[in-house]
């Protein structure tokens, strides 16, 4: 039976009552998860009686069948008695991820007295004096909110609010993690985007940024301009931005691998969503030579496709000089990059060699690719991909913790296309020449240096955009 390779989201703990008798037990055990593909991981000894000896085994695991796989496979054999099943997955969950705690004493009447009533007072009316002080003197200047409406998660799609739960709170924790940010989980029970701004709009004054997370285009853009507009402290649309940044990041540095700059290149960019068309913002503003985007309908601007949306006829606009028509195939003909952000098993490895030589293969959809990155490596000379078990993950957490941090930081009011463009070549820079090769084009989500690196270049290039504004306004409202 062909099953997905083990990982540790599908790890179970298996409980095990062997007959104390029987010394080849443990062997039988570990040979039978192995013969059936399982990885084992930890054996303990849980308790030694008279006749039986209760052990925990813990298996790595491809998928849920997988895992009920190497359960019948244990329990089939003599002397060995399953006990019980956990998954350590959903142990992990349970009553959820996150907690709050207090960051000051609270053990003595004087400390009760200056955090709560009387000495509160003072500092609620200071802020009422000069309401940026809130920044200073409240969670507003380290908090977070990641809202969704549940309608574009993950891999799951349309699931609603309270099943999105969970991805939410995983975000919450990674800012935590990585930039030591307050975030919390803010998922709505509407889909109507007037509902949902208004929503936001109403609870800001708590937070420091916005960040808005699984909301399904092209809703996610509407929703995203008009907050950018109401609002005073910055919005952030992760699915788009983040993903964006990663690749432009990955993008500099295969680049530099293959000697190509990126005026000089023809990208191909499967997917319209939320994540390529701000990928395909950010390439052209940084000058890519040229762009060819396709979607389900074939490459845009090419004279069989509808243009059915505003993004689509933006991108007629910009995209496609050449008036190209056909699918996914016909665009990378020719091509030195395809970035995929669409769907899995759109091309096979094959195609990849009409590509120019030296090409760049970003195949993203997750879990399953637009093409076998394992196969495209033979007809590319790099290729990432959006999973943890391959080389060059594109994964968000490189960009979303220090662009908050770096905004947070500067006070800033909104996140601008150059703070994006400077988060993705701080990031970039972070892979010295001396580590630059093609299973290394991306730093780890591990190293301690991305997010100092990438907050300080958000947060220079926030105080430079904040000075061009103030600068503008100077000379009658109008900035360089």
């Not at 192995?34 to 209760?54: H, I, K, P, S």
Request: glycine share 8%; hydrophobic share 45%.
């Amino acid at each position: 039976m062909s099953v997905a390779f083990p990982n540790a989201s599908y790890s179970i703990t298996l409980r095990l009552r062997l007959s104390a008798d029987d010394q080849s037990a443990i062997g039988r055990t570990t040979t039978a998860i192995g013969e059936v593909g399982g990885a084992v991981t930890a054996l303990d000894f849980v308790e030694t009686q008279r006749d039986v000896v209760v052990i925990d085994v813990t298996v790595n695991a491809g998928d849920a069948g997988h895992a009920d796989q190497i359960t019948a496979a244990v329990d089939d054999l003599d002397g060995v008695e399953v006990h019980r099943v956990s998954d350590r997955t959903f142990l992990l969950h349970l009553r959820g991820k996150l907690e709050v705690r207090s960051r000051v004493p609270l053990a003595t009447r004087d400390d009760l007295s200056m955090a709560y009533t009387p000495g509160v007072a003072r500092v609620c009316r200071a802020i009422a004096d000069k309401p940026d002080d809130a920044r200073r003197l409240t969670i507003k200047g380290n908090t977070v909110a990641i809202v969704t409406d549940g309608s574009a998660v993950l891999g799951l799609g349309d699931i609603g609010p309270a099943a999105s739960l969970p991805v939410m709170e995983g975000k919450a924790a990674l800012f935590k993690r990585f930039a030591d940010i307050d975030a919390w989980p803010v998922c709505l029970d509407t889909k109507d985007p007037d509902e949902i701004v208004r929503t936001v709009e109403a609870i800001a004054p708590v937070y420091g940024g916005i960040n808005l997370e699984d909301i399904s285009a092209p809703r996610c853009f509407e929703i995203e301009d008009r907050l950018r507009a109401s609002l005073d402290i910055p919005v952030f649309h992760d699915d788009q931005h983040g993903t964006a940044i990663v690749v432009m990041a990955a993008l500099i540095n295969a680049l530099r691998l293959v000697d190509k700059p990126l005026g000089d290149v023809t990208v191909a960019l499967s997917g319209a969503g939320a994540a390529g068309m701000a990928i395909a913002r950010l390439l052209l503003r940084e000058g890519v030579g040229n762009l060819l985007v396709s979607d389900v309908e074939g490459i845009i601007g090419g004279r069989d496709h509808p243009c059915s949306h505003d993004s689509h006829q933006w991108l007629r606009e910009r995209t496609n000089p050449d008036g190209r028509s056909g699918t996914l195939r016909d665009a990378i003909r020719g091509a030195d990059v395809l970035i995929g952000v669409s769907a899995p098993n759109l091309l096979q490895p094959e195609d990849l060699a009409t590509m120019r030589e030296n090409a760049i293969v970003f195949a993203l959809a997750n879990p399953d690719p637009e093409v076998d990155t394992v196969a495209a490596r033979q007809f590319a000379a790099v290729v990432a991909t959006g999973r943890s078990d391959q080389p060059n993950q594109i994964n968000n957490v490189l960009a979303f913790p220090g662009i908050f941090r770096g905004a947070l930081d500067a006070r800033a009011r909104y996140i601008t296309e150059e703070m994006k463009a400077a988060a993705a070549r701080a990031l970039a820079a972070v892979v010295g020449e001396d580590e630059l090769h093609p299973s290394h084009i991306i730093p780890s989500v591990f190293s301690d240096r991305v997010v100092p690196v990438v907050a300080e270049a958000v947060r220079r290039q926030a105080e430079a955009d904040a000075q061009s504004a103030d600068a503008g306004h100077a000379d009658g409202g109008h900035t360089a």
